[in-house]
Each structure stands twice: as C-alpha cells, then as structure tokens.
C-alpha cells in the first residue's frame, strides 16, 4: 500500500523496448495516481525526461540503440536529468543492486519479472525517501 499520494502533475517515464512490460508498468502507476510516459529506447527517454521532468523514471537495461546503461550514464551528465531518480530494471538476476547504482548513478534496481508490490516499493524509496521518517 502506497504511504504517500502523488501530486496531479506527478509523472513518471517507464522506458523499455517491451510494450508488454510498459504497459504492465503503465497499468500499476496509473492506478497509483501517476501520469505515465513511456519510451521504448534510451534515445526517446532523454527527450521526454528532459521536456517532462518526470518524478521517477523505470528504466530497462537491454534495449537497442541506446541503452538503459547509456541513457542514465548520459541523463545524470544533464541538468534537466541530473537530479531525476532512476531506478534501473532487468530480467538478469547476475546484475546486482550495488553494481548499477555505483557504476551509472542509478538510485535503485529493480529485477524482471516484478511484482505489484516491488514497483511501489522503489517509487516509495526513491520518490518519497526524504519525507519518510
């Protein structure tokens, strides 16, 4: 259960190349009161990120052409993108929490498949972590 209620403008931008896992993303935060953007390569997701200043944004690592590895690299180098929490997504089970958030400035990791509960968990921590005590 979500502790806290996104504002009207709250939005968050779910990148990855899987319209089935976009639209699964899609589903659960918009019924958490989010508004959603959705890109399906890193390119597409700098764009957005940087025109919408979304809140959050749930990145997949494999996709073609630029990379979920690439793009946050790239973003967190931006000062539209720099301070945007990223939480870094894959089906790879090898690829550990700490490697990500050191190597590429992600703020979190989330492994595929994923639950209702694993997706407001990371927007709780990485959205709200300030104002939970």
Known sequence: MMRNVP?????????????????????M????????????NGKDAIELAQNHGPVLIIMDIVMP???GFQATLRMRKLKETRDIPIVIMSGN????????????????FMGKPFSRHD???????????????
């Open 65 to 67: 052409g630029l990379n």
């Open 7 to 27: 504002g009207d403008d709250a939005c968050v931008l779910v990148v990855d190349d899987s319209r089935t896992i976009r639209f699964a993303l899609k589903k």
């Open 93 to 108: 089970k090898e690829a550990t929490e700490q490697f990500w958030i050191d190597r590429i400035g992600a703020n979190d």
């Open 29 to 40: 935060l918009s019924q958490g009161g989010y508004r959603v953007l959705e890109a399906d």
């Open 119 to 133: 997706v407001f968990q990371r927007v709780e921590r990485t959205v709200y972590q300030n104002e939970i005590s």
